[in-house]
């Protein structure tokens, strides 16, 4: 599995040792976005290669795993 943009930067975030609150409004860079947008876009134009097919579903796994960390943060927020 290649290691995506989006995995790096989120592991670095989480890693830095990321507060509730950061994570709560963590969002990926404009770069991470815009290329899964492409791939998204390219995927029903035109389709994707296998290696890029596996990127993408990476970065849904990835963006699934961040919004269940996100309510997970923001219910600790509301707990204080």
């Known amino acids: 599995m ?3 943009r989006a995995y ?8 830095a040792g990321a507060s509730p609150r950061e994570i709560a409004e963590y969002r990926p860079s404009e770069a991470a976005r815009n290329r899964v947008a492409e791939l998204v876009a390219r995927e029903k134009a035109t389709g994707l290669t ?18 269940l960390a996100k309510s997970r943060a923001r219910r600790h927020l509301a707990a204080e």
């Open 2 to 4: 290649t290691v995506t």
């Open 8 to 15: 790096e930067e989120t592991v670095e975030f989480l890693a």
């Open 50 to 67: 296998p290696d890029e097919s596996s990127e993408l579903q990476s970065a849904l796994h990835l963006e699934h795993l961040m919004r």
